[in-house]
């Protein structure tokens, strides 16, 4: 291949390099810390500009509204549902900036996400959906983007731990004195002999 059309090449195509990330584990509780690693894999030399991990909670709600259209001097309307979707919170959490990713690349990065604990659960119905998606992001210069990798995260609200009742049973110790007059043994802390009815000797 000439150098005019590898140069195109370029500008036209990504470069060879994979970014699979991986989870500590699959599901997660509102106020709880997403970690993970993310790979970079080249096949190529090539210059990054920034590679970044995105967490973010997206809302759907289905709605409908009606659409009105005109054919001659007739005017008809109809109801269309659709999905609309915002976004609850995002944060992103930087890998590194501006690099040179050298061909057969296969680094290893880190990364951590906090999930609030005031935030929303992971919730489907047929009219309402909360998601958190996660994703990675590199990208290039001078050339397109790798195409971002995105997986759903499960998060749920953390169920409160019943309140347990402990009942603390108190043993005393009572010490038993012989009584001076009778000889019976008698609690010490008594004032008269409960047999025979004399005042203890202090």
Same mark, same amino acid.
Not at 136 to 145: E, I
């Given at each position: 291949?000439?150098?005019?059309?590898? !140069?195109? $090449?370029?500008?036209?195509?990504?470069? +060879?390099?994979?970014?699979?990330?991986?989870? &500590?584990?699959?599901?997660?509780? /509102?106020?709880?810390?997403?970690?993970?690693?993310? !790979?970079?894999?080249?096949?190529?030399?090539?210059?990054?500009? &920034?590679?970044?991990?995105?967490?973010?909670?997206?809302?759907?709600? +289905? *709605?409908?509204?009606?659409?009105?259209?005109?054919?001659?001097? $007739?005017?008809?309307?109809?109801?269309?549902?659709? !999905?609309?979707?915002?976004?609850? !919170? #995002?944060?992103?959490?930087?890998?590194?900036?501006?690099?040179?990713?050298?061909?057969?690349? &296969?680094?290893?990065?880190?990364?951590?996400? *906090?999930?609030?604990?005031? #935030?929303?659960?992971?919730?489907?119905?047929?009219?309402?959906?909360?998601?958190?998606?996660?994703?990675?992001?590199?990208?290039?210069?001078?050339?397109?983007?790798?195409?971002?990798?995105?997986?759903?995260?499960?998060?749920?609200?953390?169920?409160?731990?019943?309140?347990?009742?402990?009942? +603390?049973?108190?043993?005393?110790?009572?010490? /038993?004195?012989?009584?001076?007059?009778?000889?019976?043994?008698?609690?010490?802390?008594?004032?008269?002999?409960?047999?025979?009815?004399? +005042?203890? *000797? #202090?």
């Amino acid at each position: 291949m000439s150098g005019f059309f590898k !140069w195109l $090449s370029d500008k036209t195509n990504p470069p +060879k390099v994979r970014i699979p990330f991986n989870l &500590n584990k699959g599901e997660y509780y /509102l106020g709880e810390e997403i970690k993970g690693e993310v !790979w970079v894999i080249s096949e190529e030399e090539f210059n990054a500009s &920034n590679l970044s991990m995105n967490l973010t909670c997206r809302e759907s709600v +289905k *709605k409908t509204r009606t659409l009105t259209s005109q054919y001659g001097g $007739s005017v008809t309307q109809k109801q269309e549902q659709y !999905w609309d979707s915002a976004v609850l !919170w #995002a944060s992103t959490y930087s890998i590194f900036g501006a690099v040179r990713i050298p061909q057969g690349c &296969n680094a290893k990065y880190p990364f951590a996400f *906090k999930i609030p604990s005031v #935030a929303r659960e992971t919730y489907h119905s047929v009219d309402n959906n909360i998601n958190w998606l996660i994703s990675s992001t590199l990208q290039v210069n001078g050339r397109p983007n790798i195409p971002a990798q995105t997986l759903e995260v499960l998060v749920a609200k953390q169920q409160p731990i019943p309140a347990t009742q402990t009942t +603390k049973e108190i043993i005393k110790e009572v010490v /038993l004195i012989p009584c001076a007059y009778c000889g019976s043994l008698m609690p010490q802390t008594s004032i008269f002999c409960p047999y025979c009815g004399a +005042k203890r *000797k #202090a």
